[in-house]
């Protein structure tokens, strides 16, 4: 059975930064493209970055801020989020890429 489980999200103020974790079980691993994505309020779910055996790719909203890495060993895929400002608030949620699995959310709300 796969299962993805984020955390790490939270209240920050604008130029902080925070990691988000996501903890994947029920597949292989090691060799999957893993993707984070993020819902903020009355706007579609938009991707934000992709880790692949090919290399990692981010969004222009985020590029240069945001880092997505992961241990192998210990499944788990991470978000490094730097920088953040107001239009980072939202949902953010881990994706195993080509397929239906997503895991619950994990909220980041950036404000003063």
């Known amino acids: 059975q796969v299962q993805l489980v984020e955390s790490g999200g939270d209240l920050v103020q604008p130029g902080d930064s925070l990691r988000l974790s996501c903890e994947a079980s029920g597949f292989s691993f090691s060799g999957a493209a893993m993707s984070w994505y993020r819902q903020a309020p009355g706007k579609e779910r938009e991707k934000v970055a992709t880790i692949a055996t090919s290399g990692s790719q981010y969004s222009d909203s985020v590029k240069g801020r945001f880092s997505i890495s992961r241990d192998n060993e210990k499944r788990l895929v991470y978000l490094n989020m730097n920088n953040l400002n107001p239009e980072d608030t939202g949902t953010y949620y881990c994706?195993?890429?080509?397929?239906?699995?997503w895991g619950q959310g994990t909220q980041v709300t950036v404000s003063s």
């Open positions: 994706r195993l890429e080509f397929s239906r699995y």
